[in-house]
């Protein structure tokens, strides 16, 4: 009887559990055309329902849920071409107020600095910085609003970084010439990029790292940042400071150890550097 019980139990448990999505789903679903951001929302409640279905016993209860379904998947499928239609115009409009233009075609989008790859049979996108070089983030909701928003506070937060340029080359500088000693080169030859500046980012840290070099002392600079921040020198007036980047071979470019992808302008044009080299005559 005990065996009973706890299988009676389980079942009602499972039925508990779809009534409830479908539940939500109805909630959620309200209407298509006031619900566009929540379509791929519904996919997923419907997705659930029908993997929980396979496990009920009662042959009419599951074929009408099975029905419900597939009515419900082809509802949903017309409203997934009529969101991505939406989408793109509510993203152009919207950037279009802040300034900023919406570039590309679906799946791949561009504003600015920065590109959304889209994926639309998963219902989510991507968040690069540069065209795919950087991911910012993965598995974004498909709504125009949290996308929007994270363009703008990303690239706010990003523009309002402390930068010296002055102080940037000293760095770098030192940096530069930290590893030239090392290497028992000389002054002005070419270095690997990236070799300079995990040099540069020793150089930011406290003294709390290296008397206890633990991750809680360690201050983080992303490769985003060090791109933009040599971005903002070349804008600067210590452009003309004997720092020179040398651009990448095309087979390089595919290794991120060797290589740093660098702004040319605000629409997201770059360029790939794989070494820098500094005129200490100048410097």
């Not at 795919?132 to 993965?138: D, G, K, Q, T, W």
Request: glycine share 6%; hydrophobic share 40%.
């Amino acid at each position: 009887m005990e065996n009973i019980i706890e299988m009676l139990g389980n079942y009602g448990k499972l039925l508990s559990r779809i009534h409830k999505t479908i539940a939500k789903y109805a909630k959620l679903k309200v209407s298509l055309a006031e619900a566009g951001d929540n379509v791929y929302q519904l996919v997923e409640l419907l997705n659930t329902v029908a993997k929980e279905s396979a496990s009920i016993t009662e042959t009419p209860l599951r074929d009408k849920i099975l029905n419900w379904l597939a009515d419900e998947q082809r509802t949903c499928d017309l409203a997934k071409s009529d969101f991505r239609l939406q989408l793109g115009q509510q993203l152009s409009k919207r950037f279009a107020a802040g300034g900023k233009n919406v570039r590309g075609q679906f799946p791949v989008l561009r504003v600015g600095l920065y590109t959304f790859k889209f994926d639309f049979e998963f219902g989510e996108a991507c968040f690069f910085f540069g065209p795919e070089i950087e991911l910012i983030e993965a598995r974004i909701p498909l709504s125009g609003d949290i996308i929007y928003n994270k363009v703008n506070e990303f690239d706010e937060a990003l523009r309002a970084s402390p930068f010296d340029a002055i102080v940037f080359v000293q760095e770098l500088n030192q940096a530069y010439k930290r590893l030239i000693r090392s290497g028992d080169k000389a002054l002005g030859e070419k270095l690997p990029i990236m070799k300079v500046l995990v040099e540069y980012v020793l150089l930011k840290q406290s003294k709390k790292f290296f008397i206890d070099p633990r991750g809680v002392h360690f201050k983080g600079i992303s490769r985003v940042d060090l791109s933009y921040d040599l971005f903002r020198l070349r804008q600067s007036s210590q452009n003309d400071s004997g720092i020179r980047l040398h651009v990448a071979t095309f087979d390089a470019t595919t290794d991120k150890a060797n290589v740093l992808w660098i702004p040319d302008n605000d629409e997201g044009e770059g360029t790939h550097y794989s070494h820098i080299s500094i005129d200490h005559e100048r410097s």
